[in-house]
C-alpha cells in the first residue's frame, strides 16, 4: 500500500471508531491530524515536504489494522456507521441477485430475477426490465454517490503547510553570502546563484531537509 494509501485508510479508522465521541467525526482532533498528513503526502512531489514517518507508526499503534468492512481488507469489523450500514445493504442486494440469476418460470408467469415481479410472459418480462434495471442503476448510483464524498472531504479540513525555500535552511556570511551545505565544496554564492548549484552540488543535504531532488 503507498503512504497515500496507509494515511487514508488509518483516517477512515479513525473516523468510523469515532473514539473521541464527536458529534462530527471528521472533528476527532487525530482525524483532523490525519487529514492534514494526507495532504502534505498528497502534494509532497510540488513542495518537497514529506510526512513524518514515526509519527505515522505511533499512529497505526494506537488505531491498530483493523479495517470496517466496507474497506474490505482481510481483518475487518463491522462498521455501524452509515457507511457500514450501506455497504451491507449493497453487498446482500448483489448476493440476492447472483443468486437467482436465472429467470424461474412459474405456473402462472414469468418471475423478473432482479425484484421478483411476476409477468406474464416472456414479451412482458422484457417490457418490465428496462424499468427495473433503470431503477437498480439509480439506487446503485445513490450508494456510491453517498460514499465517495466521505474521502473528499479531507480535502478540505486540511490547513495549509508552511513552505520552505532552499535558500531558507542555508547560512549567510557577513558579506551577504550563502555558504554551500557540501562541506566538501565550501563555495559561497550570491542569492540568485545558490540555489542551482546546492540543486546539483549538494543532494544528501536535499534529502536530509526533506526536499526533492528530481
Not at 473516523?15 to 458529534?23: G, I, T
Not at 425484484?115 to 422484457?126: A, T
Not at 542555508?170 to 557540501?182: A, I, Q, R, V
Request: proline share 3%; net charge positive.
Amino acid at each position: 500500500t503507498s503512504v497515500h494509501g496507509q494515511v487514508f485508510n488509518l483516517h477512515q479508522i479513525v473516523v468510523d471508531k469515532n473514539e473521541e465521541k464527536c458529534e462530527q467525526r471528521t472533528c476527532q482532533k487525530l482525524a483532523k491530524e490525519m487529514a492534514n498528513m494526507f495532504s502534505i503526502a498528497i502534494d509532497s512531489g510540488k513542495t518537497g515536504c514529506s510526512i513524518d514517518q514515526t509519527r505515522l507508526r505511533e499512529i497505526q499503534q494506537i488505531v491498530g489494522s483493523t479495517y470496517p468492512d466496507y474497506l474490505r481488507g482481510k481483518k475487518s469489523y463491522q462498521s455501524q456507521s452509515i457507511l457500514g450500514k450501506l455497504y451491507r445493504n449493497a453487498l446482500e442486494f448483489t448476493k440476492k441477485r447472483s443468486s437467482d440469476s436465472t429467470v424461474k418460470v412459474l405456473q402462472n408467469g414469468v418471475n423478473c430475477n432482479v425484484c421478483g415481479r411476476i409477468c406474464k410472459n416472456e414479451r412482458g418480462l422484457h417490457t418490465h426490465k428496462r424499468s427495473c434495471d433503470k431503477k437498480k442503476k439509480e439506487t446503485e448510483s445513490k450508494i456510491s454517490s453517498t460514499i465517495i464524498p466521505q474521502a473528499e472531504h479531507m480535502k478540505t479540513l486540511v490547513t495549509p503547510t508552511p513552505k520552505f525555500r532552499i535558500i531558507d535552511r542555508l547560512t549567510k556570511n557577513s558579506d551577504g553570502e550563502y555558504n554551500c551545505p557540501n562541506v566538501q565544496c565550501g563555495k559561497t554564492f550570491k542569492p540568485q546563484g545558490i540555489t542551482p548549484h546546492v540543486k546539483s552540488c549538494a543532494k544528501e543535504w536535499l534529502k536530509q531537509n526533506s526536499f526533492s531532488v528530481d
